[in-house]
């Protein structure tokens, strides 16, 4: 069974700060994927930024970058230069093979707030 | 051009009635789901279809039931809705041996009372 641990479940920075959220995961799966997902108010699900298990890069999006540590399970989410559009309920979720079809679990999600 | 869309966005209906949410996907994908998010915000995966055919199927009560005609429709029919139900439920899609995650349709937020 696949976890996703994210242990903030509030956070909080300033406009044009930076700031990362946390996400821990546990799998024995070594084929696996890892994304961010952003749920605004709007309630839809906007992929952020994904990452492959085998690559040691970090991935990068324009302002959203990861620190993606393999053996330590983690991967956080860093966003700089923070916008008053990026407040949003952030969610880590871990993609592994489940027969034909990848499963995707999901944390239990972080509320950005961005304070003007 | 929506590409994962789903009708209604909302629906209020009392306990015990029977009620459907649909979801059509236009991408050309092959894998569809059904994830429930409850209150709190938590998303978990409640069905799978790939290519018509069911692949994961959670814990759910029987109530519900999923129905893939196609490979581009995927729908939710749940039977006796009960309080508990109230949710916001997402329909998604995905392309085997794509690794891009899931797209998602924008939800149904389900309120029984």
């Known amino acids: 069974a696949q976890t996703v641990t994210q242990s903030q479940p509030e956070m909080s920075v300033q406009e044009a700060e930076t700031v990362t959220l946390s996400c821990t995961y546990d799998?024995?799966?070594?084929?696996?994927?890892l994304f961010w997902y952003k749920q605004p108010p709007s309630r839809q699900m906007i992929l952020v930024i994904r990452q492959e298990a085998y690559k040691q890069q970090n991935a990068t999006e324009n302002r959203f970058s990861v620190n993606f540590q393999k053996a330590a399970k983690s991967f956080s989410l860093k966003i700089s230069d923070s916008q008053l559009g990026d407040a949003a309920m952030y969610f880590c979720?871990?993609?592994?093979?489940?027969?034909?079809?990848?499963?995707?679990?999901f944390g239990s999600g972080t509320q950005l707030t961005v304070l003007p | 051009d929506t590409a994962v869309s789903q009708t209604p966005k909302y629906l209020v209906t009392q306990m015990g009635n029977d009620k459907s949410i649909k979801c059509e996907q236009n991408l050309g994908h092959d894998t569809m789901y059904w994830y429930k998010q409850d209150s709190k915000k938590f998303l978990k995966i409640m069905f799978s279809?790939?290519?018509?055919?069911?692949?994961i199927n959670e814990t759910v009560p029987n109530r519900f039931s999923p129905k893939s005609p196609d490979k581009a429709h995927l729908n939710l029919h749940i039977n006796s809705l009960e309080l508990g139900d109230s949710a916001v439920y997402f329909c998604a899609s995905s392309l085997t041996g794509w690794n891009y995650g899931y797209t998602f349709g924008s939800g149904t937020r389900l309120t029984v009372v």
């Open positions: 799998t024995s799966e070594s084929d696996y994927y």
């Open positions: 979720a871990l993609s592994v093979s489940s027969g034909s079809a990848r499963q995707l679990t």
């Open positions: 279809y790939n290519n018509k055919e069911l692949i």
